[in-house]
């Protein structure tokens, strides 16, 4: 068996899927659950983990403006570093438990963005829990947020501003090569911009899926692998004809009309990196770890109108006993 490096962005929903109890033991339950698959995948090859954040750090943001202790909530970018090393730890204690022997290694990471990005005028970020319409306006006129509906329900929004560049890549690069995981720019890492020179926090909440396909590339990995609660990208989303998109291709991707805050994202990021790379990627959900990586579920993207074959993998020639 050739070894891959493999880029996993593990959705914020995958680890608490919509409608279940916000409580910290309903995800470490999901992640104990998925925890020896990843804990296969991550012995066999070389993988980075970039997780979401976008239910999780709604939830803590929500939290720090209800406080009456504070004077003003906490700002984004910090409740990101929060979530960092909370789901960091999760996700850790799941692969050791579920078997993985390698040093898990949870780095507190930045992502710098432009701050004259556009988006910074323009929330479309999920972030936080499901409401219905006039919880969610509600809560709208009396928190100042901006709303939007996500599928059924409503959900708070934020600005996510694209990605620059995330300064750590290189030195997760060179942990892989030791032989560790690394889980990386945790709900898409820490924002930041640059002025004159100098490092500023930004309240934003950066796209981790736009951030996975950057580190991908970045780290020649030879797949992509995004991690949701859904089985994959699907056609006739929400009516009787629904079905999961099983190949696709960055061009046919483009030309479907897909969620703005949700699916398209992720669509986006695989294209990317697939049009970049000419690797493959994937999406779907987090149940189907080791079929999606075999080619045998979610929704397969290459770089022609072909699904590549696992023969695609292996930019290591060591053996896997070797890793």
């Not at 910290?24 to 979401?52: D, K, S």
């Not at 556009?118 to 999920?126: C, E």
């Not at 934020?158 to 560049?165: G, L, N, R």
């Amino acid at each position: 068996m050739r070894i891959m490096r493999i880029v996993v962005a593990l959705g914020g929903n995958a680890l608490l899927p919509r409608g279940a109890h916000p409580d910290a033991a309903t995800q470490v339950t999901r992640l104990a659950e998925a925890g020896p698959a990843l804990a296969r995948l991550a012995t066999e090859h070389q993988v980075v983990i970039v997780h979401g954040n976008g239910p999780q750090v709604g939830l803590l943001a929500l939290e720090s403006q209800n406080d009456p202790a504070l004077s003003r909530p906490y700002p984004l970018s910090d409740l990101v570093a929060e979530t960092q090393g909370l789901i960091g730890s999760w996700i850790q204690s799941a692969l050791e438990q579920g078997g993985l022997t390698k040093d898990v290694v949870v780095l507190v990471s930045r992502t710098l963005v432009d701050a004259n990005d556009p988006a910074f005028t323009k929330p479309t970020k999920f972030v936080g829990l499901p409401y219905d319409e006039k919880t969610a306006h509600h809560l709208a006129t009396t928190l100042d947020w901006a709303v939007a509906q996500d599928g059924s329900a409503w959900r708070r929004v934020v600005p996510s501003p694209a990605p620059v560049a995330i300064p750590a890549t290189a030195l997760a690069g060179h942990l892989l090569d030791q032989g560790n995981t690394i889980i990386l720019a945790g709900g898409g890492g820490i924002p930041f911009t640059l002025h004159d020179g100098r490092p500023d926090f930004a309240e934003c909440i950066v796209d981790k899926d736009a951030v996975a396909s950057i580190i991908a590339w970045k780290l020649e990995a030879d797949l992509l692998l995004v991690l949701t609660d859904v089985d994959g990208i699907m056609t006739g989303f929400e009516t009787p004809a629904e079905e999961v998109l099983r190949s696709s291709t960055p061009t046919e991707l483009a030309a479907l009309s897909l969620p703005a805050g949700s699916m398209r994202p992720k669509a986006d990021a695989v294209a990317s990196f697939v049009t970049a790379s000419g690797k493959r990627a994937a999406i779907g959900s987090l149940d189907d770890i080791e079929k999606i990586v075999a080619g045998q579920s979610g929704t397969q993207i290459s770089a022609d109108s072909l699904l590549t074959s696992m023969a695609t993998g292996g930019r290591h020639t060591v053996s896997a006993a070797n890793s």
